[in-house]
């Protein structure tokens, strides 16, 4: 199913199998709601997925949040933008009775960056997320206690768009906030190679 809500956020969404984990897919810059999709149906075969658009765009291109420059963030769209997509996700699984299952979010590159920013603005949304290609989104650092969420963080050795060090600071940033994080560097660029699904794979193992 494919729908658009009060919020201006575009989706996919597939009811999935009746237990288990609820993977959220959000995509790169000029990607959509469909791009992860196929990803996500690899990943956990029968999972039930919501994938929105990023609601801003850039030349065309959507994204989840603006950017000044190439990484160079626009901090205040940035906290504004994981808000609004951390209260519609609430509403969305709340309004299809999804509350009691994990929710898991998957996101590459830009979505990987929203995803970060919402797992520190919002410790009670996601109990996982793999990070794909992810930079820190946000320069204020968030302490907490308690979150119990699972974090896989997975950088590109010669990635020049988000560096390893970017991950790094990032996987530090969400331990302070109380997630449990690995950090694993793969012989790659920005682009997602066969150990990224490898490695996401038996991650998400421990949801279902
Ligand atoms: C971003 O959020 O700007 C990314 O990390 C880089 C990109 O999307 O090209």
Redesign the pocket.
Known sequence: MTGEEASGFLFHWEPGVATGPVLVMLH???GSEHDLVPLGQRLLPGAPILSPRGRVLERGMP???R?LA??V?DHDNVRDEADALATWIGSFVTTADLAPRPRVAVGY??????AAAMLLRHQDLFQGAVLL???V?LPEHYRGESSSSRVLVIAGQRDP??PVAQAEELAKRLEESGSRVDLVVVPAS?ELSADDLRLAQQFLHQFS
């Open positions: 790169g810059t000029g994204r989840f949040f950017r190439e990484g963030f590159s830009n979505g990987a960056n929203i290609r992810p930079m989104p768009i988000a920005h």
